[in-house]
């Protein structure tokens, strides 16, 4: 360095990029399709389509990823769709996993 001193040249990264989290979810037998599909619109930012589609998928497969998220993010939308479901009365679930 200019003062002298040694700057030792970092090998190994010292910032790692954030875990992503896909928020995946859950068919059951009694929360209605349309509710979903609105759920899906509004805290996915998924259209009309799109969110169709993804429900759909979930109710013939058993579980759907609506996205994928930092970990906060993923928590945070979690968290949304569990207070509307239940705000309606509805058993939606709904899980954030991490990715590898
Ligand atoms: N299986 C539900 C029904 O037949 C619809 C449904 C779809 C529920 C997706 C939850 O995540 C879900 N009314």
């Known amino acids: 360095d200019s003062d002298g001193t040694v700057v030792l040249e970092r090998r190994t990264q010292k910032t790692k990029p954030p875990k992503l989290y896909q928020v995946v979810m859950l068919n059951d037998d009694y929360t209605p399709m349309e509710f979903v599909v609105i759920v899906i619109q509004e805290y996915f930012g998924k259209d009309l389509e799109t969110a169709t589609q993804i429900m759909l998928k979930i109710h013939l497969d ?37 990715l590898d």
């Open 62 to 98: 058993g579980r759907g990823v609506c996205g994928v998220y930092s970990r906060d993010v993923a928590a945070t939308k979690v968290s949304q769709v569990l207070d509307a479901a239940n705000k309606a009365g509805h058993p939606l679930q709904c899980v954030a996993e991490p």
